[in-house]
């Protein structure tokens, strides 16, 4: 059967957030949207995340996506903005759930790889590459719009096998205890 499906992905932040839709059917990967939430004005944490989970919930009430793919945090060097970016994930991941809509994370190294093959690909490269997969017209002024696009294209590539499902990769250890009928005697 042709897969037919909406993937939403999501890179999260506390002053700008990206987001990118693409609708999956069969060997097609078409976008659907892509933007940003723009959060520097507003002066509180507690006002950022709420603005984060209703913008997201009411994309997901629109476009009704079918799974999440969201962009990892990555370990910096500044607690309070590892901290601050973790909710704002978190707070993302919860629109997900309350509509249960499965979620897969992906560090921002592997959606790189994902979108040009190199994993140290700048902002530029990877929304340079998205540009050319799904015809885009221009490159948005805020890269995590293209960033957002990546995760869904990501999750799409990886077949839904991110960070929360490795038990369902590649390992030979994952195949003989998923296919115990094909042990060698």
Not at 26 to 42: A, C, D, R
Not at 96 to 111: A, C, F, G, H, V
């Amino acid at each position: 059967m042709a897969e037919d499906k909406i993937i939403l992905g999501i890179d999260p932040g506390t002053t700008v957030l990206g987001y990118g839709l693409i609708h999956i059917k069969g060997t097609k990967i078409e976008m659907l949207n892509f933007g940003i939430i723009q959060l520097n004005k507003l002066d509180n944490q507690p006002d950022k995340l709420k603005r984060i989970f209703d913008r997201i919930d009411g994309l997901m009430e629109e476009y009704k996506p079918d799974e999440m793919a969201i962009e990892a945090p990555f370990f910096g060097k500044n607690v309070q903005s590892m901290l601050k970016l973790g909710r704002a994930q978190g707070v993302a991941i919860a629109a997900s759930l309350r509509r249960n809509i499965p979620y897969e994370e992906y560090t921002p190294k592997r959606i790189k790889q994902a979108i040009t093959g190199n994993g140290n690909a700048s902002k530029e490269q990877v929304a340079a590459m998205l540009q050319t997969l799904l015809k885009f017209d221009e490159i948005p002024k805020y890269l995590d719009a293209t960033d957002g696009l990546a995760a869904a294209v990501c999750h799409h590539f990886s077949k839904g096998i991110g960070e929360n499902n490795k038990s369902k990769g590649n390992s030979w250890t994952n195949f003989i205890s998923n296919n115990p009928d094909r042990k060698i005697r």
